[in-house]
C-alpha cells in the first residue's frame, strides 16, 4: 500500500513538473532560493525538490545510472572547478553591483539546477508508458501556455477593447513581468523567452507526431489528431511573438524535419484515408528527384517566412528593420551612408550580440584552459571590450555606466562556455551533447516507428538547441534540460527493450 501511494506521489509531482515549464519566472518564487533581482524564476523548482527528495536520490543508489551521464558529470565537475578558481586565485572586482562571490553562488545554483533537471527527466521515464505520460503531460503544459498565448493575442490584434489591461491584472500574479500590449509572452519574462520555449522545448516533439501522422491520443479524426491541431495554434501563437529568432529556429525546425527527417511512404493514401488526394500528391512529390525536392521544400519555407515577417512588419517596426536597410524606405534607412553586412546588423540591433561574442572569445583566449569561472564574465567585460565605437551602439554605452545594466552575459551559449570554462570544459560538454546526437540517430534509425518518433524528435531538439543557442546563455532555462532527459530516457528505455541482458 505504501507503495503505490509513493508512485501515485511520484506521478503527480512529475505530472506538476510538466505542466508547470510554461511558467519561468513566477513571481512568488521562494527567497531563500532565489533574489528579486533574479530573471530565471522556473516553477517547476517547487515540485521538483520534493521529487528529488522522494525518488531521485533514493533512485541513484539503486539503479543503473545511463552512460551518456559520464560526459555530463565530467562536465559538471570540471565547471565547478573553474567557477571556484577566482576564489583560489583570491580575483576581486571594482564593480559595485554585484561581487565575485554572489556571481559565483548565482552560477553554482543554476548549474546543479540544470543537472537536477536533467538527471530528474532521465530517470523519471522507465518504460514506453511512462515515455506517453510524460509527452501527455508536456502537451498539457503546451496547451496551457498555447491558451494563455491566444488570450494575450486578443489584445494584440485588439479585438475586444481594454482586454490588455485585464489580461496583464491576471499575468502580474503569476509573473513579475506583464508585458506590453503589442506582442504575446505567454507565462515567461518576454515574448523572445516564450518564443525559444515554443521553438526548442515543444514543436521538436509535436511536428514529428503530426510528420509521421501518430497520436498518443485514443482520439483522432481520421487524418486529423490532436497532434496537429495543437501544431496549428503553437505556429500561430509563435507568430505574434513578433521574435526574429523564435521564427529563424522554427523554420529550421520544420525545414530540416521536412527535408531530412520526412519519413518515406510507400503507401501515402493509407494515411490520409479521409483525404486521399493529399496522398497522392505525397507519392507525386517522393517521384520528384531528390535535389529538387530540397529545392522546392526550401523555396516555400522561405517565402513563408518572409510572407509573414512582411505583414508582421506593416504593423511592427522592430521587423521593419531587417529589410528597411536595404530598400531604404523609412528616412532613417536613407541617411545611412555607405551599406555593408556588418552596418545591417548594428541597424536591426544585433550588432551589441557580436560585441558580446568577440568579448567572450577574447576572454578565452586570455583564459583558454578552465576559463574565468561561470558567471564571471561580466568582471572581464569591459578590459577585454574591442575598440568600438560605443555612441553608435547604446545598448553598449549602458553596459559601461555604473548601475544595474553593467552586469551582463555573452549572449550565446557556446562561447559563455568558451569564455567561463575554457577549452576543456566545453569539450566535455561537446562530447556529452555527441553522446546525444548519437542516441538520437540510433533511435532514428530504427525500423520501429515509436523509436523513429523519438529519434526525429530529439535530433530536431537538437537541432533547435543549436540554433537557439545564438541567442540566450543561461544555465536557469529549462528547455534545454528537459529535451535533453527526455532524450536519454528515451534511448535509456528503448536500448534496455532491444537488449535486456
Known amino acids: 500500500m505504501e507503495i503505490s501511494i509513493l508512485e501515485r506521489l511520484k506521478k503527480i509531482l512529475w505530472a506538476c513538473i510538466l505542466l508547470s515549464l510554461p511558467i519561468t519566472n513566477f513571481r512568488y518564487f521562494p527567497s531563500f532560493l532565489s533574489s528579486s533581482k533574479v530573471n530565471v524564476r ?17 533512485s541513484l543508489l539503486k539503479k543503473k545510472l545511463p552512460k551518456v551521464w559520464i560526459p555530463f558529470l565530467v562536465f559538471l565537475t570540471l565547471a565547478l572547478i573553474s567557477t571556484s578558481l577566482p576564489i583560489i586565485r583570491g580575483f576581486d572586482s571594482e564593480l559595485v553591483e554585484t561581487t565575485v562571490n554572489a556571481r559565483i553562488t548565482r552560477a553554482i545554483f543554476t548549474l546543479l539546477l540544470s543537472a537536477a533537471i536533467y538527471i530528474t527527466v532521465s530517470l523519471m521515464a522507465q518504460s514506453e508508458e511512462d515515455l506517453v505520460f510524460t509527452l501527455r503531460w508536456l502537451y498539457a503544459g503546451m496547451a496551457l501556455a498555447i491558451f494563455w ?23 502580474k500574479y503569476i509573473t513579475m513581468n506583464v508585458g506590453t500590449p503589442n506582442r504575446v509572452m505567454g507565462l515567461t519574462l518576454e515574448p523572445s523567452w516564450f518564443a525559444s520555449q515554443i521553438t526548442s522545448l515543444w ?32 505556429l500561430f501563437v509563435l507568430v505574434f511573438t513578433l521574435s526574429r529568432g523564435g521564427l529563424v529556429v522554427a523554420l529550421v525546425v520544420i525545414g530540416c524535419g521536412v527535408i531530412f527527417l520526412r519519413p518515406k511512404w510507400e503507401h501515402a493514401e493509407s494515411y490520409f484515408k479521409n483525404f486521399k488526394w493529399l496522398g497522392k500528391i505525397q507519392k507525386s512529390f517522393d517521384r520528384i528527384p531528390q535535389l529538387i525536392r530540397v529545392l522546392i521544400i526550401v523555396g516555400s519555407l522561405l517565402a513563408i517566412l518572409i510572407f509573414v515577417l512582411y505583414l508582421i ?65 561580466t568582471f572581464y567585460f569591459q578590459d577585454m571590450l574591442p575598440n568600438v565605437q560605443v555612441g553608435y551602439m547604446p545598448e553598449l554605452l549602458t553596459r559601461l555606466v555604473p548601475g544595474p545594466t553593467r552586469i551582463v552575459t555573452a549572449k550565446n551559449f557556446f562561447v559563455r562556455l568558451l569564455a567561463e570554462t575554457g577549452i576543456i570544459g566545453t569539450a566535455a560538454y561537446l562530447s556529452f551533447l555527441i553522446s546525444l546526437i548519437g ?19 530529439a535530433l530536431l531538439a537538437i537541432i533547435a538547441f543549436m540554433v537557439d543557442s545564438f541567442s540566450y546563455d543561461s544555465f536557469a532555462i529549462p528547455n534545454p534540460w528537459v529535451v535533453f532527459g527526455l532524450i536519454t530516457a528515451a534511448v535509456t528505455v528503448y536500448t534496455k527493450k532491444s537488449s535486456p541482458e
Open 203 to 234: 514543436l521538436p516533439w509535436i511536428f514529428p507526431a503530426a510528420l509521421m501522422n501518430k497520436t498518443i491520443y485514443k482520439k483522432r479524426w481520421g487524418w486529423l489528431t490532436i497532434e496537429k491541431i495543437l501544431l496549428v495554434f503553437l
Open 313 to 377: 512588419s506593416l504593423q511592427n517596426v522592430y521587423i521593419f528593420r531587417m529589410w528597411d536597410y536595404w530598400l531604404q524606405i523609412s528616412y532613417e534607412a536613407q541617411k545611412v551612408g555607405k551599406r555593408s553586412l556588418e552596418g545591417y546588423f548594428t541597424y536591426i540591433g544585433f550588432g551589441p550580440r557580436i560585441i558580446y561574442w568577440e568579448t567572450a572569445f577574447r576572454i578565452f583566449q586570455q583564459y583558454p584552459l578552465f576559463g574565468v569561472g561561470l558567471g564571471n564574465y
Open 149 to 171: 498565448g491566444l488570450m494575450q493575442t486578443i489584445f494584440v490584434l485588439d479585438l475586444i477593447p481594454g482586454w490588455y489591461y485585464r489580461i496583464s491584472h491576471i499575468q
Open 439 to 457: 542516441g538520437a540517430i540510433y533511435l532514428w534509425l530504427s525500423k520501429f516507428s515509436e523509436e523513429k518518433f523519438w529519434g526525429t524528435g
Open 42 to 58: 522556473p516553477l517547476l523548482v517547487l515540485p521538483l525538490i520534493p521529487l528529488l527528495l522522494i525518488y531521485i536520490l533514493p
